[in-house]
Each structure stands twice: as structure tokens, then as C-alpha cells.
């Protein structure tokens, strides 16, 4: 999922540029693929801030105190 959201940013990106050369930055189509590449971003940034906490949930630590020491381990 992740790789696809990628492969559209980009396409998006490259559309955009292309309009935005031609047309101006603030021609309004080039303006929708900028919001369209910020909502697809957004959602990558679900999906990498998911499998982070998945990955961080699997790690489990453990304290010890011995003769006023802290130990992780």
C-alpha cells in the first residue's frame, strides 16, 4: 500500500510540475494536484506512524534497580 501511495505522489508531482510550467503556479489545476499530493501524503503518514507504533509495541523493556542504580535492558 505503502509503495502504491508512493508511485501516485510522484505521478501527481510530475503532473503538477508540468501544469504549473506551462500554466503558472497558481493556475487553479495546478493548485488541485497540490492538495491532492497533501492528502496523499497525509495518508502515508498514517500508515508509517501505524507501523512505527506496531514496531514499538513488539519491543518491551525492562527496569531493574540494583544498589540505587537504573538498568534497562
Known sequence: MRDVLLEKIELLRQRMVNMGLEFGLDHPD????SIQIDQLHNELNQ???SLSKAENRKKSYR???MENNAHFA
Open 63 to 65: 527496569f531493574y534497580l
Open 47 to 49: 500508515i508509517d506512524h
Open 30 to 33: 495546478v493548485l488541485e494536484y
